[in-house]
């Protein structure tokens, strides 16, 4: 009797260990499956850094690009302010001249009036008549020169502003006001967003944008990564509006308030008040470059920084200040401490085979 109830608890016995054999066979497939899908995910994450990397020299080229082109600009600049100058020193000449000239008529008809040969004196008014009109069509013509010179001269200052904005907004990362894109896919577990625009199509790093359903703004972004055709934004900790979830396909808009101006005011506070010039101050002396074409005084002169330094109150005589002047830096600004178009690692794809995005990858059970 006795080995029969051995026997049977011998089979049990096997029984359970053939059953946890068959449980840790099916739970060790299990793990070498997610071994493999994590290295899968390494192994793509790796390739989205290359890719990073690739983004961020292309935008480095980029601005090395848009540099040489605002340095070309102030080449072009000077040039223009160059040829004014000369067309206003050759408008002197000609006035000159035409001075002469009609000096020259006025002595010949006195002399007319005084003598004899009244015919040859006719012919001699006639000459200087004719000279008298060639002379204003010299000026006629200078002025017409000037006032292109001029045109010219506006329109290139108009480009360097645009381009010394677009540079500054970048920098800071602002998006434009009129900026809008698409939630491409959302992930809650890690709060981030996709977006379908990238630099290419004005989003910058550290933007702060808004996540927008009809007419109620829902939540609030904050760009961490960009790419040329896509980006990254993380989702503002406290900003996701109770009872909403962002979806894919919800408009994101440019933020109605940027942090940075928020920093820049609390800097601008909190710093030494700067010294106030003196609104009485005397102009610059005289020996600078006079406004070439006489239309109402501008309010700094062509020897003053013509992008925004204030003019030194007392520029010694005769010089011409530096046209290119960098302009006064902004009070209490952040400085740029990150590259803007710094990668952040981007988040993994979906695994192989329909698993759920919910779970780590890398995590336990």
């Known amino acids: 009797m006795l080995w029969k109830i ?48 690739a983004a961020l020299k292309d935008k480095q080229e980029l601005l090395a690009t848009t540099q040489k082109e605002l340095d070309a600009s102030k080449e072009e600049v000077v040039k223009f302010a160059a040829e004014a100058q000369e067309k206003e020193a050759s408008l002197a000449v000609i006035k000159g001249n035409l001075d002469q000239v009609t000096a020259q008529v006025t002595s010949v008809e006195k002399q007319i009036e005084d003598a004899g040969d009244i015919e040859n004196l006719v012919a001699q008014i006639e000459k200087l008549k004719k000279d008298q009109l060639d002379a204003q069509g010299s000026v006629a013509n200078q002025n017409q020169r ?11 200052n108009t480009q360097i502003t645009k381009l010394r904005e677009a540079e500054a907004l970048g920098r800071r990362g602002i998006v434009a006001p009129d900026f809008t ?13 996709i977006l379908n625009k990238g630099n290419s199509q004005g989003v910058f790093a550290n933007a702060d944008l808004e996540v927008k359903r009809g007419q109620q703004v829902i939540a609030k972004l904050k760009v961490r990564n960009v790419e040329q055709f896509g980006s990254i934004a993380d989702l503002v900790p406290g900003s996701l509006e109770e009872g909403n979830a962002i979806r894919s396909g919800d408009l994101v808009v440019a933020a109605a308030k940027q942090s940075v101006e928020d920093e820049k005011k609390t800097s601008s506070t909190s710093s030494a008040p700067a010294t106030t010039p003196d609104a009485t101050a005397p102009g610059a002396p005289a020996g600078g470059m006079s406004d070439p074409f006489g239309g109402t005084p ?20 005769g010089g011409m200040s530096d046209p290119f002047g960098a302009p006064a830096a902004p009070a209490g600004g952040a400085p740029m401490t990150e590259d803007p178009f710094g990668s952040a690692p981007a988040p993994a794809p979906a695994p192989a085979g329909g698993a759920s995005m919910t779970s780590d990858p890398f995590g336990s059970n």
């Open 181 to 193: 894109a698409r939630v491409a896919q959302y992930f809650p577990e890690w709060d981030f967003a």
């Open 298 to 317: 501008a309010p700094a002169p062509m020897t003053s920084d013509p992008f925004g330094a204030p003019a030194a109150p007392a520029a010694p005589a």
């Open 6 to 53: 051995l026997s049977a608890i011998s089979a049990a016995c096997l029984a359970g260990a053939a059953y946890f054999a068959w449980s840790n066979q099916a739970a060790l497939e299990h793990e070498r499956t997610r071994f493999a899908a994590a290295n899968a995910n390494m192994k793509a994450a790796q390739e989205r850094k290359v890719d990073g990397e």
């Open 146 to 156: 000037v006032a292109a010179a001029k045109e010219q001269l506006e329109y290139v």
